[in-house]
């Protein structure tokens, strides 16, 4: 696309959402940006504003009316609409930190003129977070939790239907900007190293039989000292490691001055694993 055929371009760095920063870049559209004035890769503003527009109707709602009551006059003073204004929900899905950021001032003028009149829906004061959720699901959910909560934990059939329809083709999900990677492969080669520790605080002080054997002390333990853990029930041993050696001590919890030792892992072969903190910026390619 040459440059003059964008005629107010807003351009990627000025965007910081990643799904919609890719978008930009898709398109190999360079022109001068209306918004910082340099010349990168570049989307309509029109372009732009249709996809926030279809995107604030899928996630925000008119705020409802409420009444604001007069502590002084012991009275209702005046009725206003609660939740945030439109240029904070524009603002979170361009990922903009500064409130006066002129792209937002762009984007919002463009909203109330493609809905003008009393009626439209981008004319109103404040605007609150639509609930997704379908009954049935939060129904379910919370039915798994009671079930794993008061029930049987780690032997619950309901529990892995309800799992199996969540996580259901969690491996074709792709990360924005970094495509696969909510399933992935952990290898010896490029694995950071792993830690894991163990509370050492007198009375139950194992400290000289783990410098003794730390590879098998700081292991996994046997099936017969094998704790419940959150994800394993008592005499099923599970590995429970982290990339920082802080957080082995803060899942720990040793009291004041207390002893801990840990150990440095590294793999040995490949491992699959499930990467949570992906899943917020995570979708389903279609």
């Not at 440059?3 to 398109?27: A, G, N, T, V, Y």
């Not at 008061?150 to 529990?159: G, L």
């Not at 992935?184 to 520790?197: E, G, Q, T, Y």
């Not at 704790?227 to 004041?256: D, K, Q």
Request: aromatic letters at 10%.
């Amino acid at each position: 696309m040459k440059m003059d055929e964008i005629f107010e371009p807003i351009c990627s760095e000025c965007i910081h959402d990643d799904f919609l920063r890719d978008r930009i870049l898709q398109l190999e559209a360079r022109a001068e940006c209306l918004n910082c004035g340099k010349e990168n890769s570049s989307i309509e503003l029109d372009t732009l504003v249709n996809e926030i527009a279809q995107i604030l109707i899928d996630t925000v709602e008119i705020g409802d009316l409420v009444d604001i009551w007069d502590m002084d006059r012991d009275r209702i003073s005046h009725t206003e609409q609660h939740g945030d204004p439109l240029s904070y929900f524009i603002g979170e899905i361009l990922r903009v930190e500064d409130d006066d950021d002129p792209i937002i001032e762009y984007v919002l003028e463009r909203l109330v003129n493609q809905s003008p009149g009393d009626e439209g829906f981008f004319d109103a004061e404040a605007y609150t977070r639509k609930n997704h959720l379908p009954f049935e699901v939060q129904e379910n959910w919370i039915e798994l939790r009671n079930g794993l909560m008061h029930k049987s934990r780690f032997f619950n059939h309901k529990a892995r239907e309800f799992l199996e329809w969540l996580f259901e083709g969690i491996d074709s999900y792709h990360v924005v900007g970094f495509g696969p990677g909510v399933v992935r492969m952990l290898n010896p080669v490029d694995c950071k190293p792993i830690f894991r520790a163990r509370d050492c605080t007198p009375p139950k002080d194992y400290s000289t039989d783990i410098l003794a054997n730390p590879s098998g002390q700081l292991a996994a333990p046997p099936k017969e000292l094998a704790p419940a853990g959150r994800m394993s029930p008592a005499g099923v041993p599970v590995f429970y490691g982290a990339f920082e050696r802080r957080t082995c001590i803060a899942e720990l919890r040793p009291p004041v001055g207390g002893k801990v030792i840990s150990g440095q892992f590294r793999l040995t072969r490949e491992i699959r694993v499930l990467d949570f903190t992906a899943l917020e910026d995570a979708y389903e390619r279609v």
